[in-house]
């Protein structure tokens, strides 16, 4: 190997050792939406073909958006199933994010099809759910089934948060997708946290009975940042 060259990883080297334990139906696992300020957790499952060919499909956080939107499509289109789990900011709240995440990747399990036989999960976790797995550190990055599932995940969410601009404008979520922006800091201190935010979180400040709105006027709590006549 030449100086400066590095061995290519095989993205299948995972489901390839779970072939070989005799499991046919394996399922990558990622979640997207931990650190934001607002908005769902959003974990995806998704199984894919033994003989599959994915060459754009990496880690989600190295893609563009169209990248990442185009990807889906030929995921979609190849994947022998594909489940969505999403969980909310008040039950993030209720709990804490971790315990969220398991749910959402759980949920997403469920939502399979068919269920699996093995799971291969990013990050070193196990999942209470009855079924062999493995938890694999950096796993969007190493294994084609989790990748996928954070690229299906990733836009899941990031539709969501920009549908959700249309109802609370001011938080720029079409922008920012709910994480800690500057715009996003500023509008909160400003207009307080809408229902979407997680006010368990050190930077989302708690909700005041009135707060101001773009227009000047006093808003009260359930309204706060909500589009005009919402």
């Not at 499952?45 to 499909?57: F, M, N, T």
């Not at 893609?63 to 499509?73: G, H, I, K, N, T």
């Not at 999960?121 to 759910?129: A, C, F, N, T, V």
Request: glycine letters at 10%; hydrophobic letters at 35%.
């Amino acid at each position: 190997m030449a100086p400066g060259e590095t061995l290519a990883v095989d993205m299948l080297f995972y489901e390839k050792q779970a072939y070989r334990q005799g499991f046919r139906l394996v399922a990558g696992i990622d979640e997207v939406g931990r650190g934001p300020l607002a908005g769902p957790v959003v974990a995806a499952a998704v199984v894919l073909p033994r003989d599959v060919s994915l060459p754009g499909v990496k880690d989600s956080k190295k893609l563009s958006a169209a990248q990442r939107e185009s990807c889906r499509e030929a995921i979609l289109a190849c994947a022998c199933g594909v489940g969505i789990g999403c969980v909310d900011a008040r039950e993030i709240d209720g709990t804490n994010i971790l315990k969220a995440t398991f749910k959402a990747m759980v949920l997403a399990v469920r939502n399979l099809g068919t269920p699996p036989e093995c799971l291969l999960i990013d990050g070193p976790y196990e999942l209470p759910i009855f079924l062999p797995q493995r938890g694999i550190p950096q796993g969007d990055a190493k294994c084609l089934s989790i990748a996928a599932a954070s690229i299906v995940a990733k836009v899941h969410r990031d539709r969501l948060m920009c549908r959700y601009h249309q109802e609370y404008p001011v938080y720029c979520f079409d922008r920012n997708k709910g994480y800690g922006t500057a715009d996003h800091i500023d509008a909160l201190r400003k207009y307080g946290p809408c229902p979407l935010h997680r006010l368990s979180f050190s930077k989302v400040p708690s909700p005041g009975k009135e707060t101001e709105t773009a227009d000047g006027k006093q808003i009260s709590e359930g309204k706060r940042g909500r589009k005009a006549g919402g």
